[in-house]
């Protein structure tokens, strides 16, 4: 015979030995008969066995049958029960038996239980003693050790439960025991969850052509959260780290839902409108009670529900490095679902049409993440893409109008503001409507306090009369568009947001998908701005007699595939460096430039090119630069122009390989000095880009104490170069000593990091400090310049914000790489950011500086 528990568990039927009636009584301190726990039951109402009488039941060796309910009542516990004289002793354990021996948890006595509830399980009804469900977590037998009356020494022999246990009492009550696991920990790789645990985040982006490599879920317009539960307690924070436990009590159940498993989770908090659509301005009226337990009428008035769509944690183990399609099968089996929470469905290979779907109920959008994303907490990774429906981001409110008609009690408008990519707050325009009357209120009141004298806006200003205010809150706006001066059309006011740190609040802009490599990454505020228009007309096949800025050139085999993995072709090749020239031709201009030419494409033979060819048109310009190698100088391009720049290109001289040093023919040895100092970071695999950015930090500091600026740009390749702008005359004997010596320094520092002697058997797994790149003999990648990759990725100048992100990035993001078509649009958007190296002067510092 089988007995299946409420909870769906089907275990076989107690067997052993006959029972017989027990009448008597052993003298022990503890309860011996059954009027107790009769006396506290309706059996006309509680499903409950009645209990007919003790019966004995003796196994050989000692000890019984055990059972442990788990128990919903008014708080989520297990009951224990052993077989003892009879009857079932019995303790409720709130947090649940411990697996290991480094967590005792309390166990309280209670009466004892007839042995009719070693099967028993089901519902007690509202209004009896220990109302709730009732299931059967474990059953079997147990070998007894000891038992007196203030200790109980047992092995239990279980499906779940199973060693050596002992409970003994602890406290001044006779109900006041303990439990404790003798035995190694049933897994002895289980951990508990760490306290504290940022979430992911996802960029904004457009949907990614390979759709089947992602999942996609509906974009909740609510509060992040993250559940962190272990039997019997249950903590909610906010993606700030604030706890919000009390202020959803609805939300506790939960804990119970997750019964001994623990757990964290990732999800959202939300509120429905009237339309059953998540709603944030209904959900604002829940958030103003974060910090402190809810109103009752309120929790009523304003259910909220918990959406989760990842698990962080299950079970003592991190679940953080799987892939999100095992995460997600991991948490469709936990079967979350609740009157206040559940686990709404995931659509792999469908973003379109989820997307349409969203937009046709009117909400906010959809997340797209990619099926073998590893979970990075704390990171902002473009391997999850916001894709929303309109637009709506977060502000900072530094100021606000004063208001007139009805509003001349309260205001007329809030003045909104973004941080740039140097954490300087930039107005962005206003917002005026979308208020509730008690958003009006609210708001006037905090921002009463909240007055200072000085504009917190850098730049352009808002409206003359704007009364300015500290910093600190955050609004949610939906808005149309934005304009050319970088503010917002048709604003209005949806709520705000104690969630996010104000200095986290960046323009938002979606990133293309243009097919670039796996894990690619722009900037985090990039625009899909327009790319710069070519100023060539070039056919898709053959050549061309084309005239450039009044010269004559002839391009050949412009259908030639330079790149095959991707299939660009030389045509695109000079497509791009005509595009990119604006900004490409001043960090080129008067450097003697050496050309690497892949006549065959990237899968085939290279050369370098110091030598401007001799067929060359006489309009390209050259300077003579003495070498060690041979009696006569080498005579270097100058890309001084467009057309020479279009004729390199179509040398198929794909990468550019510029000298710090420009030309000065009346100078020794035909050159200046270097115009910047360089540190070329190569990493020595496994080391990757990641490792390369935590250098360049500890570099950038070294520079920064010396109150000398820094640069930095990907090298296109594997690594990162960072630039220390001069354009002082100074030498290279100042220069590489010092380069030399702050790469010792680094070295020194971070032996486990950094290497900086060039023996190349001392490279892998660190960091390498190429030091002597700072000579006149040397040439480094120039921005802006393809590499000669599989993929066509650019040398691309970076921020600091994004070289801060990529070292808390994992290598498996594949952080800091960029195509052309990604070079482009960021330039549209955002200009050069390496033209401070044009004219920025600064002194080279002595050595001294570095200690």
Not at 23 to 52: I, V
Not at 458 to 475: C, I
Not at 505 to 512: F, H, N, T
Not at 821 to 849: I, S
């Amino acid at each position: 015979m089988q007995t299946r528990s409420s909870g769906g568990r089907t275990r076989p039927a107690h067997a052993g030995p006959a029972e017989t009636e027990y009448n008597g009584n052993s003298g022990s301190a503890m309860a011996r008969d059954l009027d107790s726990y009769q006396g506290k039951r309706d059996f006309g109402e509680t499903p409950e066995p009645r209990g007919h009488g003790r019966r004995r039941w003796t196994p050989e060796g000692g000890g019984g049958r055990f059972v442990v309910h788990e128990h919903h009542a008014r708080r989520l516990h297990w009951d224990l029960r052993l077989e003892h004289d009879g009857a079932l002793a019995s303790w409720a354990i709130p947090n649940g038996i411990p697996q290991d021996p480094d967590h005792n948890r309390k166990a309280v006595h209670v009466e004892d239980h007839p042995l009719e509830y070693l099967d028993f399980a089901g519902t007690i009804p509202d209004g009896n003693y220990g109302a709730g469900e009732i299931s059967i977590w474990d059953a079997g037998t147990y070998e007894l050790e000891k038992w007196r009356d203030d200790e109980v020494m047992v092995v239990f022999r279980g499906e779940r439960l199973q060693g050596r246990y002992v409970l003994f009492q602890a406290g001044r009550e006779p109900k006041d025991w303990m439990i404790h696991r003798m035995d190694p920990p049933l897994d002895p790789d289980a951990r508990e969850p760490p306290e504290e645990i940022e979430p992911m985040l996802a960029r904004a982006g457009t949907m990614p052509r390979d759709e089947e490599q992602w999942a996609f879920e509906v974009k909740w317009d609510g509060v992040r959260a993250l559940a962190r539960s272990l039997p019997g307690r249950l903590r909610l924070t906010t993606r700030g780290g604030r706890e919000i436990t009390a202020a959803y009590p609805e939300l506790r159940p939960i804990n119970a839902a997750l019964s001994s498993h623990d757990a964290i989770l990732d999800g959202e908090i939300v509120a429905f409108d009237g339309d059953g659509r998540p709603s944030f301005p209904t959900l604002q009226q829940r958030i103003g009670s974060h910090g402190k337990k809810a109103d009752r009428r309120l929790v009523e008035r304003v259910p909220v529900t918990y959406m989760i769509f990842d698990l962080l944690w299950l079970d003592g183990h991190s679940l953080v490095d799987l892939p999100y399609a095992d995460r997600r099968r991991l948490l469709e089996r936990l079967e979350l679902d609740g009157p206040h929470w559940q686990t709404p469905p995931s659509h792999p290979g469908q973003g379109t049409a989820l997307l349409r779907a969203t937009a046709q109920q009117q909400l906010e959008g959809i997340v797209a993440k990619r099926l073998d994303a590893p979970y990075r907490p704390g990171a902002r990774s473009d391997r999850w893409r916001k894709i929303k429906n309109g637009q709506r981001q977060e502000f900072v409110v530094g100021g606000f109008t004063i208001g007139s008609g009805g509003r001349a009690d309260t205001f007329g408008a809030l003045q909104l503001g973004v941080h740039d990519e140097e954490g300087l707050l930039r107005f962005a325009g206003g917002v005026g409507t979308g208020f509730r009357e008690q958003d009006l209120r609210h708001l006037r009141a905090k921002l009463g306090g909240m007055e200072q004298a000085s504009s917190p806006f850098v730049g352009r200003q808002p409206p003359r009369g704007t009364r300015f205010v500290t910093p600190e809150l955050v609004a949610e706006v939906r808005f149309a568009d934005w304009t050319g001066d970088g503010s917002i059309r048709h604003a209005s006011y949806l709520g705000l947001r104690d969630d996010k740190d104000p200095r986290d609040v960046v323009r938002e802009s979606p990133r293309v998908d243009d097919g670039e490599p796996k894990g690619a990454t722009t900037m985090a505020n990039r625009k899909p701005a327009a790319l710069p228009p070519s100023p060539l007309e070039l056919p898709a096949e053959g050549g061309a007699q084309i005239q450039v800025e009044g010269r004559d050139l002839k391009l050949t085999n412009l259908q030639k595939v330079l790149y095959p993995e991707v299939g660009m072709t030389k045509g695109q090749v000079i497509d791009y460096y005509a595009r990119i020239a604006p900004v490409l031709l001043p960090h080129l201009h008067d450097h003697p430039v050496t050309l690497k030419r892949y006549p065959d494409g990237v899968d085939g033979k290279a050369f370098f090119s110091k030598d401007a060819v001799s067929h060359r048109p006489d309009w390209v310009a050259t300077t003579p630069v003495p070498t060690s190698r041979k009696p006569e100088p080498n005579d270097f391009v100058l890309v001084q122009d467009l057309p020479t720049l279009i004729w390199t290109s179509n040398l198929a001289a794909l990468e550019l390989h510029p000298s710090l040093s420009v030309a000065a023919p009346d100078e020794p040895g035909g050159v200046s000095g270097p115009r910047s100092l360089v540190f070329d970071l190569d990493p020595g695999a496994p080391a990757t880009i990641v490792e390369c950015c935590r250098v360049g930090l500890a570099i950038r500091e070294l520079f920064d104490q010396l109150g000398l600026r820094t640069f930095a740009k990907t090298s296109g390749s594997k690594g990162m170069q960072l630039y220390v702008p001069l354009n002082s005359g100074a030498s290279y004997e100042q220069t590489k000593p010092l380069a030399h010596a702050i790469a010792r320094l680094l070295e020194q520092r971070r032996p486990d990091e950094v290497v900086s002697n060039m023996k190349r058997d001392l490279r892998p797994g660190k960091v390498f400090i190429d030091w002597s790149q700072n000579s006149e003999t040397k040439t480094t990648i120039s921005v802006y310049a393809l590499r000669a990759r599989d993929r066509p990725t650019v040398s691309t100048p970076v921020t600091w914000d994004e070289v801060s992100d990529a070292a808390d990035a994992s290598a498996d993001d594949e952080p800091l790489v960029f195509t052309y078509e990604d070079a482009l649009a960021r330039v549209a958007e955002h200009g050069d950011l390496f033209a401070p190296l044009l004219e920025l002067e600064q002194d080279v510092p002595t050595l001294g500086g570095t200690d």
